[in-house]
């Protein structure tokens, strides 16, 4: 089993930044494609950046430019580094690992290990 437990989400303003890490235990594999996704109510998680175990990044269009997705495997922590963040982008913010793909998922269904989730709230 794996576990991984999100931390640094927070309130932040438009326009401000937040790091997000994801600290993963248990049966961890650096070969494991990892994601982060983010739900707000009544919508279904989405992909927002994946990096697979080659560090190929995948980014929603939504966050290009604007997030940067990176892992360190000698530490079993992948991070999402947020940046010129918007009220948008608010919502609960998942780390997810895929341990069979090669690349990141666009769909959340791909992945087997899920955090608790983080909350990132941006207000204008």
């Known amino acids: 089993q794996v576990q991984l437990v999100e931390s640094g989400g927070g309130l932040v303003q438009a326009g401000g930044s937040l790091k997000l890490s994801c600290a993963a235990s248990g049966r961890t594999s650096s070969r494991y494609t990892m994601g982060w996704f983010h739900q707000v109510p009544g919508k279904e998680r989405e992909l927002v950046a994946g990096?697979?175990?080659?560090?190929?990044?995948t980014y929603a269009d939504s966050v290009k430019g604007r997030f940067t997705i990176s892992r360190d495997n000698a530490k079993n922590t992948v991070y999402l580094q947020m940046n010129s963040l918007k009220p948008e982008d608010t919502a609960v913010y998942y780390c997810?690992?895929?341990?069979?793909?090669?690349?990141?998922?666009?769909?959340?269904?791909?992945?087997?290990?899920w955090g608790q989730g983080t909350q990132v709230t941006v207000s204008s």
């Open positions: 990096i697979s175990s080659g560090g190929i990044t």
């Open positions: 997810a690992a895929d341990s069979a793909g090669y690349s990141a998922s666009y769909s959340q269904y791909q992945y087997n290990y």
